[in-house]
Protein backbone atom coordinates (compact mmCIF):
# COMPACT_ATOMS: atom_id res chain seq x y z
CA UNK A 1 0.00 0.00 0.00
CA UNK A 2 0.73 3.46 -0.42
CA UNK A 3 1.98 5.79 2.56
CA UNK A 4 -0.56 8.04 2.80
CA UNK A 5 -1.74 11.59 5.05
CA UNK A 6 -4.01 9.92 6.63
CA UNK A 7 -4.89 6.04 7.59
CA UNK A 8 -5.19 4.02 4.85
CA UNK A 9 -8.63 2.97 6.09
CA UNK A 10 -9.84 6.15 5.35
CA UNK A 11 -12.47 5.82 2.05
CA UNK A 12 -10.41 8.59 0.14
CA UNK A 13 -7.43 6.50 0.05
CA UNK A 14 -8.42 2.94 -0.83
CA UNK A 15 -8.69 2.17 -4.73
CA UNK A 16 -11.81 0.13 -4.24
CA UNK A 17 -13.40 -2.20 -6.31
CA UNK A 18 -15.09 -0.49 -9.53
CA UNK A 19 -13.51 2.77 -8.44
CA UNK A 20 -11.48 2.60 -11.59
CA UNK A 21 -8.62 0.88 -11.01
CA UNK A 22 -9.38 -2.74 -11.28
CA UNK A 23 -6.68 -3.05 -13.72
CA UNK A 24 -4.02 -2.50 -10.90
CA UNK A 25 -2.79 -5.83 -9.79
CA UNK A 26 -0.68 -7.76 -7.41
CA UNK A 27 2.52 -9.72 -8.91
CA UNK A 28 3.47 -12.46 -6.69
CA UNK A 29 7.19 -13.62 -7.40
CA UNK A 30 8.50 -16.89 -5.35
CA UNK A 31 7.90 -15.26 -1.54
CA UNK A 32 7.75 -11.56 -2.47
CA UNK A 33 4.90 -9.67 -4.06
CA UNK A 34 4.58 -6.37 -5.79
CA UNK A 35 2.08 -4.56 -7.81
CA UNK A 36 1.36 -4.39 -11.53
CA UNK A 37 -0.97 -2.58 -13.98
CA UNK A 38 -3.02 -4.24 -17.22
CA UNK A 39 -1.85 -2.66 -20.80
CA UNK A 40 -4.34 -1.85 -23.06
CA UNK A 41 -4.18 -5.23 -24.91
CA UNK A 42 -5.49 -6.95 -22.15
CA UNK A 43 -2.86 -9.69 -22.53
CA UNK A 44 0.10 -8.16 -20.39
CA UNK A 45 1.12 -6.27 -16.90
CA UNK A 46 3.79 -4.03 -16.79
CA UNK A 47 5.39 -3.95 -13.48
CA UNK A 48 8.77 -3.96 -11.96
CA UNK A 49 12.09 -6.12 -12.92
CA UNK A 50 13.78 -6.27 -9.66
CA UNK A 51 10.74 -8.34 -8.88
CA UNK A 52 12.47 -11.33 -10.27
CA UNK A 53 15.87 -10.78 -9.11
CA UNK A 54 17.10 -14.26 -8.01
CA UNK A 55 13.61 -15.85 -9.17
CA UNK A 56 12.89 -17.96 -12.12
CA UNK A 57 10.99 -15.34 -13.92
CA UNK A 58 7.47 -17.17 -13.43
CA UNK A 59 4.54 -14.93 -11.66
CA UNK A 60 0.79 -15.24 -10.51
CA UNK A 61 -1.04 -12.24 -10.79
CA UNK A 62 -3.82 -11.67 -8.57
CA UNK A 63 -7.13 -9.51 -10.24
CA UNK A 64 -9.64 -7.90 -7.59
CA UNK A 65 -12.47 -6.94 -9.42
CA UNK A 66 -16.48 -7.02 -9.38
CA UNK A 67 -16.30 -10.50 -10.57
CA UNK A 68 -14.12 -11.39 -7.55
CA UNK A 69 -10.01 -12.44 -6.78
CA UNK A 70 -8.74 -13.95 -9.65
CA UNK A 71 -5.39 -15.75 -9.72
CA UNK A 72 -3.44 -15.91 -13.64
CA UNK A 73 -0.58 -17.21 -13.73
CA UNK A 74 1.93 -16.37 -16.02
CA UNK A 75 3.08 -17.37 -19.38
CA UNK A 76 5.92 -15.32 -19.85
CA UNK A 77 7.86 -12.44 -18.44
CA UNK A 78 10.39 -10.48 -20.02
CA UNK A 79 12.69 -8.39 -18.12
CA UNK A 80 14.02 -4.65 -19.95
CA UNK A 81 16.69 -5.37 -21.88
CA UNK A 82 18.80 -2.67 -20.02
CA UNK A 83 17.79 -3.35 -16.96
CA UNK A 84 20.55 -2.85 -13.99
CA UNK A 85 19.99 -4.10 -10.16
CA UNK A 86 23.11 -2.30 -9.18
CA UNK A 87 21.82 1.11 -10.63
CA UNK A 88 18.15 0.34 -10.70
CA UNK A 89 18.06 1.44 -14.36
CA UNK A 90 15.19 0.26 -17.12
CA UNK A 91 13.24 -1.39 -14.15
CA UNK A 92 11.27 -2.43 -16.05
CA UNK A 93 8.89 -6.35 -16.40
CA UNK A 94 6.55 -7.26 -18.61
CA UNK A 95 4.24 -10.33 -17.65
CA UNK A 96 2.09 -12.16 -20.05
CA UNK A 97 -1.04 -14.29 -18.69
CA UNK A 98 -1.70 -17.69 -19.37
CA UNK A 99 -5.26 -17.11 -19.80
CA UNK A 100 -7.93 -14.00 -20.54
CA UNK A 101 -7.81 -11.41 -18.01
CA UNK A 102 -11.53 -10.41 -16.17
CA UNK A 103 -13.90 -8.41 -18.27
CA UNK A 104 -14.09 -6.28 -15.22
CA UNK A 105 -10.31 -5.11 -15.00
CA UNK A 106 -9.49 -1.81 -16.90
CA UNK A 107 -7.08 -1.86 -19.46
CA UNK A 108 -4.61 0.96 -19.48
CA UNK A 109 -2.68 3.08 -22.05
CA UNK A 110 1.04 4.18 -21.25
CA UNK A 111 1.74 8.37 -21.13
CA UNK A 112 3.71 9.31 -24.63
CA UNK A 113 4.58 12.80 -24.38
CA UNK A 114 7.73 14.11 -22.42
CA UNK A 115 5.94 16.53 -20.26
CA UNK A 116 5.21 14.62 -17.11
CA UNK A 117 7.83 17.16 -14.87
CA UNK A 118 5.51 19.06 -12.61
CA UNK A 119 2.40 17.30 -13.23
CA UNK A 120 0.09 15.59 -10.38
CA UNK A 121 -0.18 11.94 -10.75
CA UNK A 122 -2.00 9.31 -8.85
CA UNK A 123 -0.24 6.01 -7.68
CA UNK A 124 -1.77 2.99 -6.81
CA UNK A 125 -0.41 -0.04 -5.14
CA UNK A 126 -0.42 -3.18 -2.44
CA UNK A 127 2.43 -1.78 -0.17
CA UNK A 128 2.63 -1.67 3.14
CA UNK A 129 0.55 0.96 4.58
CA UNK A 130 1.46 3.59 6.84
CA UNK A 131 0.95 7.61 6.79
CA UNK A 132 3.52 10.30 6.56
CA UNK A 133 4.18 11.16 10.12
CA UNK A 134 5.39 7.72 11.42
CA UNK A 135 6.09 5.74 8.30
CA UNK A 136 5.27 2.23 7.08
CA UNK A 137 3.59 -0.16 9.90
CA UNK A 138 6.41 -2.27 10.60
CA UNK A 139 3.96 -4.81 12.24
CA UNK A 140 1.51 -4.84 9.51
CA UNK A 141 0.55 -8.66 8.73
CA UNK A 142 -2.78 -8.69 6.96
CA UNK A 143 -3.91 -8.98 3.71
CA UNK A 144 -2.45 -6.61 1.15
CA UNK A 145 -5.03 -3.74 0.54
CA UNK A 146 -5.05 -1.45 -2.83
CA UNK A 147 -4.09 2.15 -1.82
CA UNK A 148 -4.42 5.59 -3.98
CA UNK A 149 -2.45 9.15 -3.14
CA UNK A 150 -1.70 11.82 -5.31
CA UNK A 151 1.92 13.41 -5.75
CA UNK A 152 4.07 15.59 -8.25
CA UNK A 153 6.22 14.65 -10.73
CA UNK A 154 9.01 17.07 -9.56
CA UNK A 155 12.06 16.46 -11.36
CA UNK A 156 14.21 13.99 -13.53
CA UNK A 157 16.44 11.63 -11.57
CA UNK A 158 19.63 13.41 -12.69
CA UNK A 159 20.17 16.48 -9.84
CA UNK A 160 19.96 14.03 -7.38
CA UNK A 161 22.60 11.37 -8.52
CA UNK A 162 24.95 13.14 -6.47
CA UNK A 163 22.66 12.16 -3.12
CA UNK A 164 21.60 8.41 -4.30
CA UNK A 165 25.51 8.27 -4.43
CA UNK A 166 28.36 10.32 -2.96
CA UNK A 167 31.08 7.51 -3.98
CA UNK A 168 29.97 8.18 -7.39
CA UNK A 169 29.17 4.20 -8.17
CA UNK A 170 25.71 4.74 -8.50
CA UNK A 171 24.43 6.38 -11.21
CA UNK A 172 20.69 6.61 -12.78
CA UNK A 173 19.60 6.95 -16.66
CA UNK A 174 18.85 10.51 -16.33
CA UNK A 175 15.97 11.56 -18.50
CA UNK A 176 14.70 7.85 -17.82
CA UNK A 177 13.21 8.41 -14.24
CA UNK A 178 11.12 10.48 -12.36
CA UNK A 179 11.26 11.99 -8.74
CA UNK A 180 8.79 13.17 -6.15
CA UNK A 181 8.95 13.57 -2.41
CA UNK A 182 6.49 13.69 0.30
CA UNK A 183 5.81 16.66 1.94
CA UNK A 184 3.73 17.94 5.04
CA UNK A 185 3.30 21.46 3.92
CA UNK A 186 6.15 22.55 6.14
CA UNK A 187 9.54 24.00 4.28
CA UNK A 188 11.86 21.79 6.89
CA UNK A 189 10.31 18.49 5.41
CA UNK A 190 10.03 19.46 1.56
CA UNK A 191 13.36 17.09 0.25
CA UNK A 192 13.60 18.62 -3.23
CA UNK A 193 13.06 22.21 -1.84
CA UNK A 194 15.63 21.68 0.90
CA UNK A 195 18.52 19.61 -1.25
CA UNK A 196 18.01 21.14 -5.28
CA UNK A 197 15.61 24.05 -4.32
CA UNK A 198 12.80 22.81 -6.11
CA UNK A 199 10.10 24.15 -3.58
CA UNK A 200 6.71 22.43 -3.12
CA UNK A 201 4.84 22.12 -0.03
CA UNK A 202 2.47 18.97 -1.52
CA UNK A 203 -0.80 18.79 -2.29
CA UNK A 204 -2.44 18.61 1.09
CA UNK A 205 -4.64 15.11 2.67
CA UNK A 206 -4.06 13.84 -0.84
CA UNK A 207 -0.40 13.39 -0.87
CA UNK A 208 1.25 10.13 -0.46
CA UNK A 209 4.58 8.15 -1.30
CA UNK A 210 5.02 4.58 -2.24
CA UNK A 211 6.28 1.93 0.13
CA UNK A 212 7.41 -2.03 0.11
CA UNK A 213 5.20 -3.56 -1.98
CA UNK A 214 3.99 -1.41 -4.15
CA UNK A 215 7.12 -1.66 -6.82
CA UNK A 216 5.80 -1.96 -10.17
CA UNK A 217 2.79 0.30 -9.44
CA UNK A 218 1.84 3.02 -11.97
CA UNK A 219 1.39 6.39 -11.64
CA UNK A 220 -1.34 7.65 -13.76
CA UNK A 221 -1.35 10.84 -15.39
CA UNK A 222 -4.91 11.30 -15.97
CA UNK A 223 -5.74 7.52 -17.01
CA UNK A 224 -2.54 6.48 -18.85
CA UNK A 225 0.01 4.82 -17.09
CA UNK A 226 3.50 7.81 -16.91
CA UNK A 227 5.33 5.78 -14.25
CA UNK A 228 6.18 2.53 -12.45
CA UNK A 229 6.98 2.50 -8.92
CA UNK A 230 11.09 1.65 -8.40
CA UNK A 231 12.30 2.50 -5.06
CA UNK A 232 12.57 5.11 -2.24
CA UNK A 233 15.35 7.15 -0.59
CA UNK A 234 15.99 8.99 2.43
CA UNK A 235 18.55 11.37 1.45
CA UNK A 236 20.17 14.72 2.94
CA UNK A 237 23.01 17.37 2.70
CA UNK A 238 24.98 19.13 5.08
CA UNK A 239 22.59 21.92 5.05
CA UNK A 240 18.88 19.44 4.55
CA UNK A 241 17.89 16.34 6.44
CA UNK A 242 14.51 16.87 5.48
CA UNK A 243 13.19 13.25 6.91
CA UNK A 244 10.82 13.53 9.42
CA UNK A 245 12.13 10.86 11.46
CA UNK A 246 15.56 9.76 10.34
CA UNK A 247 14.52 6.42 8.97
CA UNK A 248 14.24 4.99 5.61
CA UNK A 249 10.46 4.22 5.55
CA UNK A 250 8.21 6.22 3.07
CA UNK A 251 7.37 9.09 5.85
CA UNK A 252 7.49 12.90 4.99
CA UNK A 253 10.59 14.35 3.97
CA UNK A 254 11.61 10.81 1.50
CA UNK A 255 11.99 10.46 -1.77
CA UNK A 256 10.71 7.92 -4.52
CA UNK A 257 11.43 7.22 -8.00
CA UNK A 258 9.24 5.67 -10.85
CA UNK A 259 10.71 4.65 -13.95
CA UNK A 260 9.41 6.98 -16.72
CA UNK A 261 7.19 5.11 -19.48
CA UNK A 262 7.61 7.34 -22.33
CA UNK A 263 10.91 6.67 -22.89
CA UNK A 264 10.21 2.80 -22.95
CA UNK A 265 6.80 3.13 -25.17
CA UNK A 266 8.76 1.48 -28.12
CA UNK A 267 9.78 -1.20 -25.99
CA UNK A 268 6.62 -1.36 -24.30
CA UNK A 269 4.53 -1.65 -27.77
CA UNK A 270 6.76 -3.46 -29.89
CA UNK A 271 7.32 -6.55 -27.13
CA UNK A 272 3.39 -6.56 -27.35
CA UNK A 273 3.25 -6.93 -30.96
CA UNK A 274 5.24 -9.39 -31.38
CA UNK A 275 3.28 -11.85 -29.19
CA UNK A 276 0.02 -10.85 -30.30
CA UNK A 277 -1.94 -14.40 -30.76
CA UNK A 278 -2.90 -15.24 -34.16
CA UNK A 279 -2.26 -12.11 -35.83
CA UNK A 280 -3.01 -11.17 -39.74
CA UNK A 281 0.65 -11.48 -41.48
CA UNK A 282 -0.46 -9.49 -44.23
CA UNK A 283 -3.06 -7.17 -44.59
CA UNK A 284 -5.53 -9.59 -47.38
CA UNK A 285 -5.53 -11.76 -44.21
CA UNK A 286 -7.21 -9.23 -41.76
CA UNK A 287 -10.26 -10.85 -40.90
CA UNK A 288 -13.20 -8.55 -40.64
CA UNK A 289 -15.44 -11.07 -38.85
CA UNK A 290 -14.59 -12.86 -35.64
CA UNK A 291 -16.83 -15.29 -33.87
CA UNK A 292 -17.76 -14.07 -29.91
CA UNK A 293 -16.73 -17.03 -28.72
CA UNK A 294 -18.23 -18.81 -25.15
CA UNK A 295 -16.22 -18.15 -22.55
CA UNK A 296 -13.31 -15.18 -22.05
CA UNK A 297 -12.14 -12.88 -24.83
CA UNK A 298 -11.26 -13.23 -28.62
CA UNK A 299 -9.18 -10.70 -30.11
CA UNK A 300 -9.54 -9.11 -33.79
CA UNK A 301 -7.33 -6.70 -35.30
CA UNK A 302 -7.37 -3.81 -37.61
CA UNK A 303 -4.40 -3.11 -39.78
CA UNK A 304 -2.85 0.49 -40.18
CA UNK A 305 -0.39 0.67 -42.90
CA UNK A 306 1.78 3.24 -43.88
CA UNK A 307 1.90 3.91 -47.72
CA UNK A 308 4.89 5.47 -49.24
CA UNK A 309 8.18 6.37 -48.42
CA UNK A 310 9.62 8.87 -44.95
CA UNK A 311 11.61 11.56 -45.56
CA UNK A 312 13.40 10.65 -42.68
CA UNK A 313 14.00 7.10 -41.91
CA UNK A 314 14.08 7.49 -37.96
CA UNK A 315 10.45 9.21 -38.27
CA UNK A 316 7.83 7.96 -36.37
CA UNK A 317 4.32 7.98 -37.55
CA UNK A 318 1.58 8.23 -35.30
CA UNK A 319 -2.41 8.17 -35.67
CA UNK A 320 -4.45 8.40 -32.36
CA UNK A 321 -7.61 5.53 -32.67
CA UNK A 322 -10.89 4.98 -30.98
CA UNK A 323 -13.55 2.07 -30.85
CA UNK A 324 -16.93 3.31 -31.58
CA UNK A 325 -20.21 1.17 -30.75
CA UNK A 326 -22.17 0.48 -34.08
CA UNK A 327 -25.07 -2.69 -32.83
CA UNK A 328 -22.52 -3.94 -30.58
CA UNK A 329 -21.88 -2.68 -27.45
CA UNK A 330 -18.50 -1.57 -25.16
CA UNK A 331 -18.49 -3.26 -22.25
CA UNK A 332 -20.93 -5.93 -23.68
CA UNK A 333 -19.90 -7.21 -26.85
CA UNK A 334 -15.98 -6.11 -27.02
CA UNK A 335 -13.80 -4.04 -25.07
CA UNK A 336 -13.42 -0.18 -25.84
CA UNK A 337 -10.07 0.77 -26.30
CA UNK A 338 -8.31 4.11 -27.55
CA UNK A 339 -4.65 5.36 -27.65
CA UNK A 340 -2.18 6.23 -29.96
CA UNK A 341 -0.62 3.77 -32.38
CA UNK A 342 2.91 4.51 -33.45
CA UNK A 343 4.98 3.15 -36.77
CA UNK A 344 8.49 3.26 -35.60
CA UNK A 345 11.28 3.53 -37.81
CA UNK A 346 11.76 -0.30 -40.14
CA UNK A 347 8.35 -0.94 -39.96
CA UNK A 348 5.21 -0.06 -42.57
CA UNK A 349 2.29 -1.22 -40.48
CA UNK A 350 0.94 -1.29 -36.91
CA UNK A 351 -2.07 -3.74 -35.46
CA UNK A 352 -4.94 -2.24 -32.97
CA UNK A 353 -5.99 -4.99 -30.85
CA UNK A 354 -9.75 -5.66 -29.74
CA UNK A 355 -11.00 -7.61 -27.32
CA UNK A 356 -14.09 -9.11 -27.87
CA UNK A 357 -16.57 -10.54 -24.96
CA UNK A 358 -17.91 -13.87 -25.11
CA UNK A 359 -20.96 -14.95 -24.19
CA UNK A 360 -23.43 -17.95 -24.91
CA UNK A 361 -26.63 -15.93 -26.04
CA UNK A 362 -28.20 -16.18 -29.00
CA UNK A 363 -28.13 -13.05 -30.77
CA UNK A 364 -27.87 -11.10 -34.11
CA UNK A 365 -24.44 -10.21 -36.04
CA UNK A 366 -23.06 -7.47 -34.78
CA UNK A 367 -20.74 -4.67 -35.66
CA UNK A 368 -18.50 -2.02 -33.96
CA UNK A 369 -16.13 0.57 -35.37
CA UNK A 370 -12.55 1.90 -35.21
CA UNK A 371 -12.13 5.71 -36.23
CA UNK A 372 -8.40 6.56 -36.91
CA UNK A 373 -7.33 10.42 -36.60
CA UNK A 374 -4.99 12.82 -35.68
CA UNK A 375 -2.26 11.55 -38.26
CA UNK A 376 1.56 12.73 -37.35
CA UNK A 377 4.58 12.71 -39.29
CA UNK A 378 2.07 11.06 -42.20
CA UNK A 379 -1.65 11.96 -43.95
CA UNK A 380 -4.67 10.37 -45.02
CA UNK A 381 -4.49 12.38 -48.19
CA UNK A 382 -7.29 13.56 -50.28
CA UNK A 383 -7.89 16.09 -47.24
CA UNK A 384 -9.77 13.61 -45.28
CA UNK A 385 -9.08 13.93 -41.65
CA UNK A 386 -11.00 10.26 -40.50
CA UNK A 387 -10.61 6.55 -41.51
CA UNK A 388 -12.76 4.20 -40.02
CA UNK A 389 -12.98 0.29 -40.06
CA UNK A 390 -16.01 -1.79 -39.43
CA UNK A 391 -15.91 -5.38 -38.00
CA UNK A 392 -18.65 -7.94 -37.52
CA UNK A 393 -18.87 -10.02 -34.20
CA UNK A 394 -20.84 -13.28 -35.52
CA UNK A 395 -23.30 -14.92 -33.52
CA UNK A 396 -22.32 -18.74 -32.47
CA UNK A 397 -24.65 -19.44 -30.37
CA UNK A 398 -27.83 -21.77 -31.28
CA UNK A 399 -31.53 -20.81 -31.53
CA UNK A 400 -33.78 -22.72 -30.03
CA UNK A 401 -37.21 -22.48 -31.17
CA UNK A 402 -40.64 -23.93 -29.50
Do not use: C
Not at 174 to 186: E, P, S, V, W
Amino acid sequence: MVTTVSSYTEVRNRALIGDGYDGVVRVLVGNMYGTGVLLFDGKAVLTAAHLFSGNTGAANVIFETRSGEQSIASSQVVINPEYSSVNNNSDMALVWLSQDAPVAAERFGIYRASNEVGQTFTMVGYGTPGSGSSGTISNFNEVPVRVKANNQFDTDIAPLDRFFSESGQWEANNGKQLAADFDNGLSQNDALGGLLGINGLGLGSSEGLISKGDSGGPAFIGSLVAGIASYTGRLSSSGAVPDIDNTSNSSFGEVAVWQRVSVYQQWIDQALRMRYESPPATQSAVQKTVNEGNSGTTPVYFWVQLNGYRIDPNIIVSVDYKTRNGTALAGQDYIATQGTLKIYPNEDHALVLVEIIADTVPEADETFYLDVFNPVNAGFGDGLVQLTAVRTILNDDPWFWG
